[in-house]
């Protein structure tokens, strides 16, 4: 196994490699972590990393690999000090799989490796094998977004046996917020991953009886609302619907709605207003969401897919790109479709719903 340390002691460093050497690895080492992050593009099979160094401490080394699309995955275990707790929770946060604490023994370092790679290699297994099964695209690299909260979750709840006699109160409180939040990231993923296979089944299957016809301004306000919440950005959002009814089911629409406003705070600044209209046009319904936010080029409006998410390399996205596929696939099983285009002066972006009703 090709393992990377990271670490700025020479002393725990050169201990460390010879550790991993004399159990048969190869080992590349970096004193900093601007060269660890160079020598992780290389894509090693596992990373031990220092939480406290100058320049770039540990936290800061763990985001900019987890930004590498080949190193999104690798395991990642950090050597810190027992005291450090408020950085294991914010590392957890950011992807880490483990700690180790200093000094460590052989039997520590040992046992890391098999963990990680027990625990995080049939999870991957899985993964392809779901990718082929399905034959979607992997571009948005949504096997590391399932991961991730998992090591939140999974970390958080070794740290608690680890110190089962002697957590505080307070320490307690922070480490379950911490598996809560993981936990609840997980649910949405799933859901949405859930979601977008039903609609998906829906739209293979033979015709079958319409459901009730959808109230679209309730279902515009409901799906519309729920967003603004959870984005913090209630102020920032308008919704004016005209009265109509859509081929469609209630909760489908409105979490379609709730896919695209959501993305349309996501990339929008706080102020910066988020619209919903709706309209009958004959025997046609519109529903249109207008943002201010960075918009997509006309490249990307064509190429919009499960899956795929467009400007990782220009800003930190989490999620599995399925917003859109959703909110796509939503109106295609009414007898309707989605189209994406550029706002006025090709600023933000322009959702519509073109939707059989009136």
């Given at each position: 196994?090709?393992?990377?340390?990271?670490?700025?002691?020479?002393?725990?460093?050169?201990?460390?490699?010879?550790?991993?050497?004399?159990?048969?690895?190869?080992?590349?080492?970096?004193?900093?972590?601007?060269?660890?992050?160079?020598?992780?593009?290389?894509?090693?099979?596992?990373?031990?990393?220092?939480?406290?160094?100058?320049?770039?401490?540990?936290?800061?080394?763990?985001?900019a690999?987890?930004?590498?699309?080949?190193?999104?995955?690798?395991?990642?275990?950090?050597?810190?000090a027992l005291?450090?707790?408020?950085?294991?929770?914010?590392?957890?946060s950011?992807?880490?799989?483990?700690?180790?604490?200093?000094?460590?023994?052989?039997?520590?370092?040992?046992?890391?490796?098999?963990?990680?790679?027990?625990?995080?290699?049939p999870?991957?297994?899985?993964?392809?094998?779901?990718?082929?099964?399905?034959?979607?695209?992997?571009?948005?690299?949504?096997?590391?977004?399932?991961?991730?909260?998992?090591?939140?979750?999974?970390?958080?709840?070794?740290?608690?046996?680890?110190?089962a006699?002697?957590?505080?109160?307070?320490?307690?409180?922070?480490?379950?917020?911490?598996?809560?939040?993981?936990?609840?990231?997980?649910?949405?993923?799933a859901?949405?991953?859930?979601?977008?296979?039903?609609?998906?089944?829906?739209?293979?299957?033979?015709?079958?009886?319409?459901?009730?016809?959808?109230?679209?301004?309730?279902?515009?306000?409901?799906?519309?609302l729920?967003?603004?919440?959870e984005?913090?950005?209630?102020?920032?959002?308008?919704?004016?619907?005209?009265?109509?009814?859509?081929?469609?089911?209630?909760?489908?629409?409105?979490?379609?709605?709730?896919?695209?406003?959501?993305?349309?705070?996501?990339?929008?600044?706080?102020?910066?207003?988020?619209?919903?209209?709706?309209?009958?046009?004959?025997?046609?319904?519109?529903?249109?969401?207008?943002?201010?936010?960075?918009?997509?080029?006309?490249?990307?409006?064509?190429?919009?897919?499960?899956?795929?998410?467009?400007?990782?390399?220009?800003?930190?996205?989490?999620?599995?790109?399925?917003?859109?596929?959703?909110?796509?696939?939503?109106?295609?099983?009414?007898?309707?479709?989605?189209?994406?285009?550029?706002?006025?002066?090709?600023?933000?972006?322009?959702?519509t719903?073109?939707?059989?009703?009136?």
């Open positions: 196994m090709n393992i990377l340390i990271i670490e700025d002691e020479s002393e725990v460093r050169h201990t460390l490699q010879d550790l991993l050497e004399l159990n048969g690895h190869t080992v590349l080492a970096a004193a900093d972590g601007r060269t660890g992050i160079e020598l992780a593009a290389g894509r090693p099979d596992f990373i031990f990393c220092d939480m406290m160094m100058p320049g770039m401490d540990g936290d800061e080394v763990i985001a690999i987890r930004q590498l699309p080949q190193c999104r995955d690798l395991p990642f275990v950090f050597l810190t005291a450090d707790r408020a950085d294991q929770r914010l590392g957890m950011l992807g880490a799989d483990d700690y180790i604490t200093k000094p460590f023994t052989e039997r520590d370092i040992v046992d890391a490796i098999a963990a990680r790679v027990r625990r995080q290699q999870l991957r297994e899985r993964i392809e094998e779901l990718v082929v099964a399905h034959r979607t695209e992997i571009a948005a690299h949504w096997s590391h977004e399932l991961m991730t909260p998992l090591n939140g979750i999974l970390g958080g709840l070794e740290l608690l046996e680890s110190k006699g002697s957590i505080d109160p307070d320490e307690l409180a922070k480490l379950l917020r911490l598996i809560r939040t993981g936990a609840e990231r997980q649910y949405a993923l859901r949405k991953l859930v979601l977008f296979f039903e609609l998906e089944q829906i739209k293979a299957a033979p015709p079958r009886a319409q459901p009730s016809p959808c109230n679209v301004a309730a279902a515009a306000g409901a799906g519309g729920r967003a603004a919440e984005a913090m950005r209630a102020p920032d959002l308008t919704v004016r619907c005209d009265p109509g009814f859509v081929p469609v089911a209630q909760e489908h629409l409105a979490t379609a709605i709730a896919e695209v406003v959501g993305n349309a705070f996501r990339f929008s600044r706080a102020g910066q207003p988020v619209v919903v209209t709706g309209s009958s046009r004959g025997a046609r319904y519109l529903i249109e969401i207008a943002d201010q936010g960075p918009g997509m080029t006309a490249e990307e409006r064509a190429g919009f897919n499960a899956f795929v998410q467009f400007g990782r390399d220009r800003r930190e996205q989490q999620g599995l790109g399925l917003g859109l596929a959703i909110a796509r696939g939503v109106a295609e099983i009414s007898g309707g479709h989605l189209s994406l285009s550029a706002g006025p002066g090709e600023r933000g972006l322009h959702v719903f073109d939707l059989p009703g009136g």
